[in-house]
């Protein structure tokens, strides 16, 4: 009888042990699985930030190539020279500005705003009482 007892209380632990192992598997089947979903969402979002990278680089692009076909263009060779080079069409007139330094020194001051705005009614007071602050 103590021997069929024995033999119990073994199966019992037996399939104890096998129940914390199934906890333990299933327990770390679970983290993998979310450790890989994480991975997932986060490469996910990677190609979304690539795909967005792309599509601004593909405008960069179109402009760039406007730009190229209006350099290209013989309005802005024309431009071009008669900004860099000073020449005109017939009947025009160059018109060559000093440098913006010597344009400041030609250009008038104009007078400080506390000159045109007339006194507060504190300050008139206080001048009607000869008070200085």
Known sequence: MSHILISEKLKQKFIKVR???LILFVFLFGLSLFRNILKINEAKNRIQREKEKVIKLEEEGRVLEEEL???QGNEYLESQLRDKL?????GESV??????????S????IPDEKDYLPDPPYKKWLKLFDIKI
């Open 19 to 21: 129940v914390y192992a």
């Open 69 to 71: 076909k209006k350099m």
């Open 86 to 90: 000073g020449l005109a069409k017939k």
């Open 95 to 104: 018109v060559i500005l000093p440098d913006p330094e010597t344009l400041k």
């Open 106 to 109: 030609l250009v008038p001051e």
